[in-house]
């Protein structure tokens, strides 16, 4: 997190600007230079280029398990000089001239979804998948700091940011709130929020998360908001395990002193398989060879799709798989041969922050 004022090209981080918002001044900001390769370098300060745009000087913002996927290297098009960052918060110092909801000096926290908010999707409150802010994909929509899969727009982990629709997203920060907890609801709260939600939970379920990261902790916290009766999560690093037991708090398992996940959580529910299985882990998972040699090492999936492949096998007949975790745009290999056979329910979709 950025938190203390450092010289940067002459200005101070926590000082405005109007020659820095103008691009006379560099910024510090995170560049990409190819898998494993990031540095601090000096940028142009963005500019307003459109009358909907605002410009937010950076008080807050995330590294989150996403950015994995583009650090390693598993995101395509992830182009070298591209700024991260899909989870922050920050000061507007510039707005367009067609910016209403919003004034300067206003300290808002920006969801990662870029949303124009009049689209069909929008409409439908579907905001991680806006097609005006990106058009040419048939899928995901503009996502801050996420590669040109996701529109190519530079992110967060910067000390400047143009927003585009700052009237649509960004959302003033009451007074009073800490900044750390407003940036958790840029990204993290919502994700495990809606991974929640999407397994339509009822009342006395078996609830399974797998991945004890930030999302898949707040998934098995908010699991109990929707009734859940009992909440599991499967991991392998102690630190998050113990994390999770005290903070969700939920039985929680490392899947490295199980014999096999799946059979696991088939004996620990009469053999029927939990209600509802949510995957919060995505395309870095480990506990499989074959998927790691094949979507980690040789990209030749959209990541390694074990979590997924524990998700379906580990849900009952009749449940559903909620999915928030990050996958490439590329074929994954899954047994959909299971979900049919199952009647499973399966619900996905990157986190629509503003609903």
């Given at each position: 997190?950025?938190?203390?004022?450092?010289?940067?090209?002459?200005?101070?981080?926590?000082?405005?600007?109007?020659?820095?918002?103008?691009?006379?001044?560099?910024?510090?900001?995170?560049?990409?230079?190819?898998?494993?390769?990031?540095?601090?370098?000096?940028?142009?300060?963005p500019e307003i280029?459109?009358?909907?745009?605002?410009?937010?000087?950076?008080?807050?913002?995330?590294?989150?398990?996403?950015?994995?996927?583009?650090?390693?290297?598993?995101?395509?098009d992830t182009r070298?000089?591209?700024?991260?960052?899909?989870?922050?918060?920050?000061?507007?110092?510039?707005?367009?001239?067609?910016?209403?909801?919003?004034?300067?000096?206003?300290?808002?926290?920006?969801?990662?979804?870029?949303?124009?908010?009049?689209?069909?999707?929008?409409?439908?409150?579907?905001?991680?998948?806006?097609?005006?802010?990106?058009?040419?994909?048939?899928?995901?929509?503009?996502?801050?700091?996420?590669?040109?899969?996701?529109?190519?727009?530079?992110?967060?982990?910067?000390?400047?940011?143009?927003?585009?629709?700052?009237?649509?997203?960004?959302?003033?920060?009451?007074?009073?709130?800490?900044?750390?907890?407003?940036?958790?609801?840029?990204?993290?709260?919502?994700?495990?929020?809606?991974?929640?939600?999407?397994?339509?939970?009822?009342?006395?379920?078996?609830?399974?998360?797998?991945?004890?990261?930030?999302?898949?902790?707040?998934?098995?916290?908010?699991?109990?908001?929707?009734?859940?009766?009992?909440?599991?999560?499967?991991?392998?690093?102690?630190?998050?395990?113990?994390?999770?037991?005290?903070?969700?708090?939920?039985?929680?398992?490392?899947?490295?002193?199980?014999?096999?996940?799946?059979?696991?959580?088939?004996?620990?529910?009469?053999?029927?398989?939990?209600?509802?299985?949510?995957?919060?882990?995505?395309?870095?998972?480990?506990?499989?060879?074959?998927?790691?040699?094949?979507?980690?090492?040789?990209?030749?999936?959209?990541?390694?799709?074990?979590?997924?492949?524990?998700?379906?096998?580990?849900?009952?007949?009749?449940?559903?798989?909620?999915?928030?975790?990050?996958?490439?745009?590329?074929?994954?290999?899954?047994?959909?041969?299971?979900?049919?056979?199952?009647?499973?329910?399966?619900?996905?979709?990157?986190?629509?922050?503003?609903?």
């Amino acid at each position: 997190m950025i938190e203390k004022p450092v010289q940067a090209g002459g200005i101070q981080r926590g000082e405005f600007s109007v020659l820095a918002v103008k691009g006379a001044t560099p910024m510090l900001a995170m560049s990409y230079r190819g898998p494993h390769r990031v540095r601090i370098e000096q940028k142009p300060v963005p500019e307003i280029l459109h009358p909907q745009d605002a410009i937010v000087r950076v008080t807050r913002s995330c590294i989150g398990g996403s950015d994995l996927h583009l650090y390693n290297g598993d995101v395509p098009d992830t182009r070298v000089g591209m700024t991260f960052g899909h989870e922050f918060t920050g000061v507007v110092e510039q707005r367009g001239e067609e910016v209403e909801r919003l004034n300067v000096g206003d300290h808002v926290l920006v969801p990662f979804n870029i949303a124009c908010g009049t689209c069909v999707f929008c409409q439908q409150e579907l905001y991680g998948n806006c097609h005006e802010s990106n058009p040419h994909a048939t899928a995901v929509g503009g996502i801050f700091g996420y590669s040109h899969t996701a529109g190519g727009y530079n992110g967060g982990q910067a000390e400047y940011v143009r927003v585009p629709y700052a009237d649509v997203s960004p959302t003033v920060i009451p007074e009073g709130m800490d900044l750390d907890d407003a940036v958790l609801l840029t990204d993290v709260v919502p994700t495990g929020y809606q991974a929640a939600e999407m397994g339509g939970i009822q009342p006395g379920d078996t609830v399974v998360v797998f991945g004890a990261g930030p999302v898949g902790i707040m998934a098995a916290r908010c699991a109990w908001l929707f009734g859940a009766g009992r909440v599991i999560v499967i991991d392998h690093l102690e630190y998050r395990l113990e994390f999770v037991r005290n903070y969700a708090p939920c039985e929680a398992y490392n899947f490295r002193s199980l014999e096999d996940p799946v059979l696991f959580i088939k004996r620990t529910t009469d053999f029927l398989g939990a209600d509802v299985c949510i995957d919060a882990v995505g395309a870095e998972a480990s506990g499989n060879v074959m998927q790691t040699i094949l979507g980690r090492k040789l990209l030749l999936q959209g990541g390694a799709a074990t979590a997924l492949h524990w998700a379906i096998n580990a849900v009952k007949k009749g449940g559903i798989v909620s999915i928030v975790g990050v996958y490439g745009p590329i074929d994954t290999l899954i047994p959909i041969g299971n979900v049919v056979n199952k009647g499973i329910t399966i619900r996905a979709n990157q986190a629509s922050v503003k609903r």
